[in-house]
């Protein structure tokens, strides 16, 4: 039994397929975070890069590459360019939602302070640019350029959106396609560009990391409201804390009577919260199945993904990318 059979997680026989390439790209991360003039740059990044995130989207990256013949030397610049927009996306996060904890640790924002993360953050974004451009790709440097676009405009969208009882599903989809979705799309359509993969097998990887996306999000969200704190990364119920209005409540909003609608709307769009409301919201929760209608849609969106890889190049690494997708959504069956 080879050591890919051994590894249990989608994502850790992901990791042990690609060790060599994976290795190349945390080096040149490593590299790239350096900073001769600033050393509080590479403390921070340090900090949030070596604090044992999965590393999927780099990954997701690395596999749409290799899947699709690639044997050039960009896939790695790519890899470290979404990991560095990430690791960017979540300074600033932690510093907009007032995080104190993250993968479990203190958030950089509360080890130095918001100025710093705020401005490492843009270190990163610039950092990752510069990857790109080094690959010659226009291409690649557009669909990257536009999911970090995408990303801003969502976290944006969030701001109002967010604590807005009259947010729908529709707009809560737009907030999980810019803030989590658009990265992943990007990361394994880049892949498949690299590779000089033909056109409909570069649509049918921005479908699986876009589908992958809205399915992790979603998970996340229903965590949130049970799932283990290690588990998560983060403490159950910070998104009920920052009055988030994430897919479960927006499921229990519409079917609330008007007592539970003016419940939500004191501890959400008023932000009056106190001891027992948190339980309060999880029985409104599993009271109108919000909680297996969220799961029910994450189910649909991993089918997707899956679906969307019958385009690809079979083997081991397509195998791991459809187990990826169903390994997402078992985190909550």
């Not at 924002?109 to 510069?130: A, E, I, M, P």
């Not at 679906?307 to 990318?321: I, Y």
């Amino acid at each position: 039994m080879g050591l890919d059979e051994t590894v249990k997680k989608p994502h850790d026989r992901l990791s042990a397929h690609l060790a060599a390439d994976m290795g190349r790209v945390n080096a040149l991360i490593r590299e790239r975070m350096a900073s001769e003039h600033a050393p509080r740059i590479p403390e921070v990044t340090a900090h949030l890069v070596e604090a044992g995130g999965k590393r999927l989207r780099p990954l997701l990256t690395l596999a749409a590459a290799r899947m699709c013949g690639y044997d050039g030397p960009y896939h790695i610049h790519l890899a470290a360019t979404v990991e560095f927009i990430h690791t960017a996306t979540l300074l600033h996060d932690d510093v907009v939602d007032e995080s104190r904890q993250r993968r479990g640790r203190p958030t950089a924002n509360l080890l130095w302070d918001n100025k710093s993360s705020v401005l490492v953050g843009d270190y990163l974004f610039s950092r990752s640019f510069q990857l790109m451009v080094e690959t010659g790709s226009l291409r690649v440097l557009d669909i990257l350029a536009n999911a970090s676009a995408t990303i801003a405009e969502g976290e944006v969208l969030q701001l109002t959106a967010a604590q807005d009882l009259r947010t729908d599903e529709a707009v809560y989809l737009q907030v999980v396609r810019g803030k989590t979705a658009a990265l992943f799309a990007a990361a394994t359509e880049v892949g498949g560009v690299v590779a000089g993969a033909p056109e409909n097998q570069i649509r049918a990887l921005h479908t699986y990391g876009d589908a992958l996306g809205i399915a992790f999000q979603i998970v996340d969200d229903i965590l949130d409201y049970g799932g283990a704190t290690e588990t998560i990364g983060k403490n159950v119920g910070d998104d009920f804390r920052e009055r988030k209005l994430t897919l479960p409540v927006i499921k229990a909003v519409a079917k609330a009577s008007d007592e539970e609608r003016a419940f939500w709307r004191r501890v959400i769009e008023k932000g009056d919260q106190g001891d027992g409301d948190l339980e309060q919201a999880m029985a409104l929760i599993a009271r109108h199945g919000a909680m297996d209608g969220a799961r029910a849609d994450a189910l649909t969106w991993a089918a997707r993904a899956k679906s969307a890889l019958g385009l690809l190049p079979a083997g081991a690494l397509r195998d791991m990318l459809s187990d990826l997708a169903d390994y997402v959504v078992a985190r909550v069956n």
